[in-house]
């Protein structure tokens, strides 16, 4: 089928090194010139269709996602290091093990895991006490970061993980994560790391927490059940033969809730702080909702529902600095989108940053406005031009999980403790890696209220 005209083409051999620096900074600015879709060639590599169109968008992802399917670069090469879970699989196993899992998600066991997820917060809150107390100053993304994995390490192994156990499991998932954004973002990579020794290094530490993943279902197998995600993947069978998942594969899943579900909700609560810490009238509103809902009751899994402007907030964080800033899809077959025509085997860049902040949609875009996102602001703008979660089918089935433990743990912070941004924290910009990462360290002094 050929490409309408329409569709704009750019060779862009020369801007391999700036796309590679700044991807985002380089796609909006190719949105700015050549619109909301546009086909890139860079370098040799598979032709790739960018695009920020919401229609687009909601077509690949809903409409006739039949058609399209992640990339080799979200499978196979993540896939060489977290294993074939739930976020790098395809096809019908895909599907079978998302059917088998979606039900731990639901909401029910998401009350359940309201009260685990709190009693991390507290202790976090606790060390908040003792840094405000001795004066020390904090690196906000390692407290975010450390609160995040502490509470799905609890949420998968309710009691499986002492101090220590956490920080090398931590440490472990960080390299591995902190590694892949070489062979997955440049692919003529791929070789020297292989030859250097690399790839061998990083598939090393993350068979160290497979077998780590092992040993603790080894030990639940033979204590008593408890209520975890753990027991729920181990207690699962599948519908047509009755039989529970392999080790293997249950181990897969637990390795890709921890790459998916951690450095995610990581950066998004950094982001979210930061971004209120500059906006003192927006905190004000946010502490004065949190009060008054405390004043009704607990604030736990019923409890945030009386939060809706922080929830806007949050929302609102995600749309700047959504985490999963780009994903992609490959066509099966040729087929015609509605607004141009695309052939089998063309990538389609879904670029969310740039959807974010596309103008057609977003009224000044950049700036920081959670009034944007009341439901029937919402409901107003195309249901596609806010997908931070993704959509369709393989829509993020942490979704509820990131809300929830984001809406406890801003509340819980924010309620009792003010923070101090170091000079210059008003610099930070955007780091994209496989998640949105700020680009410096963000210091900040702690202060009880
Ligand atoms: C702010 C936090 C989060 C964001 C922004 C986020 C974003 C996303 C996005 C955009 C996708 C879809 C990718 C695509 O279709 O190409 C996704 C998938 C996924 N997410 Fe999340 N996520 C978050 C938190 C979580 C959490 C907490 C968990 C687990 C506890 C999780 C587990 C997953 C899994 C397993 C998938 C793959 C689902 C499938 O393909 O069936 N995520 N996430």
């Known amino acids: 089928m050929p490409q309408p005209p329409s569709i704009p083409r750019l060779k862009v051999l020369t801007g391999i090194p700036k796309t590679i620096r700044d991807p985002i900074?380089?796609?909006?600015?190719?949105?700015?010139?050549?619109?909301?879709?546009?086909?890139?060639?860079?370098?040799?590599?598979?032709?790739?269709?960018?695009?920020?169109?919401?229609?687009?968008?909601?077509?690949?992802?809903?409409?006739?996602?039949?058609?399209?399917?992640?990339?080799?670069?979200?499978?196979?090469?993540?896939?060489?290091?977290?294993?074939?879970g739930l976020l790098t699989n395809s096809g019908k196993s895909w599907l079978?093990?998302?059917?088998?899992?979606?039900?731990?998600?639901?909401?029910?066991?998401?009350?359940?895991?309201?009260?685990?997820?709190?009693?991390?917060?507290?202790?976090?809150?606790?060390?908040?006490?003792?840094?405000?107390?001795?004066?020390?100053?904090?690196?906000?993304?390692?407290?975010?970061?450390?609160?995040?994995?502490?509470?799905?390490?609890?949420?998968?192994?309710?009691?499986?993980?002492?101090?220590?156990?956490?920080?090398?499991?931590?440490?472990?998932?960080?390299?591995?994560?902190?590694?892949?954004?070489?062979?997955?973002?440049?692919?003529?990579?791929?070789?020297?790391?292989r030859w250097l020794g690399q790839e061998k290094k990083h598939i090393g530490l993350a068979n160290d927490v497979r077998r780590d993943i092992q040993r603790r279902i080894d030990l639940r197998r033979a204590e008593d059940p408890k209520d975890d995600l753990l027991q729920m993947l181990l207690d699962t069978r599948y519908e047509d033969t009755?039989?529970?998942?392999?080790?293997?594969?249950?181990?897969?899943?637990?390795?890709?809730?921890?790459?998916?579900?951690?450095?995610?909700?990581?950066?998004?609560?950094?982001?979210?702080?930061?971004?209120?810490?500059?906006?003192?009238?927006?905190?004000?509103?946010?502490?004065?909702?949190?009060?008054?809902?405390?004043?009704?009751?607990?604030?736990?899994?019923?409890?945030?529902?009386?939060?809706?402007?922080?929830?806007?907030?949050?929302?609102?964080?995600?749309?700047?600095?959504?985490?999963?800033?780009?994903?992609?899809?490959v066509a099966l077959e040729d087929d015609d989108t509605g607004t141009f025509s695309i052939t089998k085997g063309?990538?389609?860049?879904?670029?969310?940053?740039g959807l974010h902040h596309n103008p057609a949609h977003w009224e000044a875009p950049y700036e920081f406005r959670p009034e944007r996102m009341t439901p029937e602001a919402k409901?107003?703008?195309h249901p596609s031009c806010y997908v931070p979660f993704g959509g369709g089918p393989r829509l993020c089935i942490g979704n509820h999980f990131a809300m929830l433990e984001m809406l406890l743990l801003l509340s819980s912070v924010l309620k009792d403790f003010d923070f101090e941004l170091e000079s210059g924290a008003e610099l930070v910009g955007h780091k994209p890696l496989i998640t949105l990462h700020m680009d410096r360290v963000v210091r900040v002094a702690v202060k009880e209220i």
């Open 379 to 381: 409901k107003a703008r």
């Open 242 to 329: 009755g039989e529970p998942m392999t080790d293997e594969q249950l181990i897969d899943e637990v390795l890709i809730l921890f790459a998916a579900g951690y450095e995610t909700s990581a950066n998004s609560l950094a982001w979210t702080i930061w971004l209120l810490l500059r906006h003192p009238d927006k905190m004000a509103l946010v502490r004065k909702e949190i009060a008054e809902a405390e004043a009704v009751g607990p604030i736990d899994f019923e409890g945030v529902r009386r939060l809706p402007y922080l929830t806007q907030v949050v929302d609102e964080s995600l749309r700047m600095y959504p985490p999963a800033w780009i994903t992609d899809r």
């Open 25 to 84: 900074k380089t796609f909006n600015g190719y949105s700015g010139i050549y619109g909301e879709n546009y086909l890139l060639s860079v370098g040799g590599s598979r032709r790739t269709h960018l695009t920020i169109d919401p229609d687009v968008v909601q077509y690949v992802l809903q409409k006739n996602h039949r058609n399209y399917e992640k990339s080799e670069i979200q499978t196979d090469q993540v896939a060489r290091y977290f294993g074939h």
């Open 96 to 193: 079978t093990q998302r059917r088998l899992i979606q039900p731990g998600f639901h909401r029910k066991r998401l009350e359940k895991l309201t009260e685990s997820m709190q009693s991390v917060i507290d202790l976090q809150c606790e060390d908040l006490r003792a840094k405000a107390a001795s004066g020390t100053k904090m690196n906000l993304h390692h407290f975010t970061r450390d609160a995040v994995f502490r509470i799905i390490v609890k949420a998968i192994f309710t009691d499986g993980f002492n101090e220590e156990d956490t920080a090398r499991l931590n440490a472990a998932i960080d390299k591995v994560h902190g590694y892949i954004i070489y062979p997955v973002r440049v692919p003529f990579l791929r070789g020297p790391l």
């Open 346 to 353: 063309t990538v389609i860049g879904l670029f969310i940053h």
